[in-house]
């Protein structure tokens, strides 16, 4: 019986040491395997992290290679969009020494305008005697006439505010520096005077699109385009169609840029370093602005009757107005007409 017991008891502990061990196992197996679920998870977590932290590096390259890319073409295509001039530019434009148009005369520029005989006078929307441009911003020599026009308009009112830009960047003398006339870009009446009704016509703007074509802004009247096509022909031009078109009361034309004035003399040069030199008369591109500007005030004197007093009695005045007054209808200097392909923009606008 004892004996029976004994092998009872020991297999007891047999079973216990037995239970003992499958625990053990089974806590050895829980821990081992534990660290590993732990572990898991995680890699995962960190694996796919790091690739959408690659893919998002990736997406921010990418799409700083495009932002770049717009911001420089939009730079290229808007080189030319019109801007305020600064309050600097515009007193140097509009307040040009009165000496100074007497120190440069007509500055080597030859006489551009051709008188018109018996023609009924061409009136402003006041009344009042009208100087009719007709031009484009991506013309040249639009670009570089209207420095002219600036500062003798201003011997005759006030600008009350000016955009500046310049012309195409691909037709000839590209990106000429200039003023733009179109009214669109102004909330107000961008010019006054008491003396004349300054009116004028951008016809397209400077930025071509796919097509090498120019967006249209301004479309003249029924008057405006009669008067194109009456005296933007021979014998005032040589080349029909031309612009810019200047019409003075209906006494004088202007067709092209004047010679001995290109646009070539802007060329290289912003905006504000043409202003600044037009406080040297001796510069060549001052002598060709202001003596083209010396013309054009000449024949609104004219227009107006002599008025103001202090501007048409000037001896330089006094000499071209008699020099004005002298030539015939129509006449020898055909004045620059910009390049054909342009040209033909015009006349297609213009009818």
Known sequence: MAKGKSEQRSAAARRERERQQRQQRMAGATSTRTPQRNKGPKMIRKSRWNQWYMVGIVVVLIAGIITAFIILSHSQASANAPTPVSATVLKQVTNVDPASFSTVGTGGVQNPLHSIKGAAPLTGPTGKPEFLYIGAEYCPFCAAERWSMVVALSRFGTFNQLYQTASSS?????????????????????????????????????EPDSNGNYPVLQTPTTQQQQLFNTYD??????????????????????IGAPPGYSPNDLANMQVS???NNLSIPTMPVTEHILGASNYLTAALCIATKQQPASVCSTDVI???????????????????AVVQAPVANVRELLG
Not at 172 to 201: C, E, M, N, R
Not at 233 to 254: E, H, K, M, R
């Open 233 to 254: 022909v021979a014998p005032y031009t040589t080349q029909a169609g031309s612009i810019p078109f200047l019409d003075i009361a209906n006494q004088f034309v202007q």
């Open 170 to 206: 691909v037709d000839a003398y590209p990106s000429t520096p200039t003023f733009s006339f179109y009214s669109g870009l102004y909330k107000h009446p961008f010019y006054t005077s008491q003396y004349i009704d300054f009116v004028a016509v951008e016809t397209q703007g400077n």
């Open 318 to 336: 006094q000499k071209i107005e008699q020099t004005l007054k002298s030539s015939s209808k129509g006449g020898s200097e055909p004045g620059i």
């Open 273 to 275: 370093d043409i202003a």
